[in-house]
């Protein structure tokens, strides 16, 4: 017969409630409401700001331009083929900005300041 010792059990619940990550992160989100020719209507996203990077569940990178009571405009920055109705989208809490260095000389890069010309990565200034 299997004795239950109250005491290791108590000491169990203890540890774990030690080790309980009390971090809480709010994340503003919205659903794609309709996607087409580079443009996306978003709903949900009540504390988007003007010119705000905005990240969809596949990855694609936009800018929410068109902020209206019911419903965001957001301009893709990608070719979001794989962004679908009803698919979620997230705010990033930063302004669209671009990074400024000598790093950046001689390269091409994109609105997103993504090299484009195939000569590698470079190191990017950061922003937080």
Known sequence: MVTIRADKISNIIRECIEQYNREVKIVNTGTVLQVGDGITRIHGLDEVMAGELVEFKE???????????????????????????????????????????EAYLGYVVNALAKPIDNRGEFQLLNFD
């Open 59 to 101: 990855g694609t990178i936009g800018i929410a331009l068109n902020l209206e009571s019911n419903n965001v405009g957001v301009v893709l920055m990608g070719d979001g083929l794989l962004i679908q109705e009803r698919s979620s989208v997230k705010t990033m809490g930063r302004i669209a900005q671009i990074p400024m260095s």
